[in-house]
C-alpha cells in the first residue's frame, strides 16, 4: 500500500493495549476523553512513512462483534486505517469517512492476495 503510493516505509509501529491505556492516551495527547479503537501518531517526513498506530484489542473485538465479521478481519481492516492516517487520508468529515472505508477495503483486498499467495508458495 505504502510503496504502491511511491512511498517509502519508515519505521511503523504497533502498540495492541486495552481499553483504558488508549483511553489515557486519547485523554493526555489528543485531550479528548473519549473510547476509540486506534490512535495513530504521524512522524511521516516527506516521503518516509512513519509513525505510532496504538490499537485497542478490546474496541476491536466490540467492533468486530457489532459489524458482523471475524476478529482477524476487524483488527486487519484498523491496522490498515492506521497506515491510511500516516499516507494522509483523513476521516473527520463525511466525505473524508467514505473515502477512508474505500481505501480500506481496497487495502484489504490487497493484503488478502498477498497473504493468499504467500501460503501457497
Known amino acids: 500500500m505504502i510503496v504502491r503510493r ?3 516505509v519508515g519505521n511503523i ?24 479503537d486506534i490512535i495513530t501518531f504521524d512522524y511521516v517526513a516527506g516521503g518516509l512513512i512513519s509513525g505510532d498506530i ?10 468486530a462483534v457489532k459489524f ?4 482477524e478481519q476487524e483488527l486487519h481492516r484498523v491496522v490498515v486505517h492506521g497506515v491510511l492516517h500516516l499516507l494522509g487520508q483523513g476521516d473527520k468529515t463525511d466525505e473524508e469517512a467514505v ?9 484489504l483486498v490487497l493484503w488478502d492476495e ?8
Open 114 to 121: 498477498l497473504f493468499h499467495e504467500e501460503r501457497n508458495v
Open 54 to 63: 496504538m490499537i485497542s484489542i478490546e474496541r476491536v473485538g466490540e467492533n
Open 99 to 107: 473515502e477512508m472505508r474505500r481505501q480500506e477495503e481496497e487495502s
Open 13 to 36: 509501529n504497533y502498540l495492541f493495549c486495552d481499553d483504558e491505556y488508549l483511553l489515557g492516551v486519547n485523554r493526555q495527547y489528543l485531550n479528548h476523553d473519549t473510547y476509540t
Open 6 to 8: 511511491g512511498k517509502s
Open 68 to 71: 458482523g465479521v471475524p476478529f
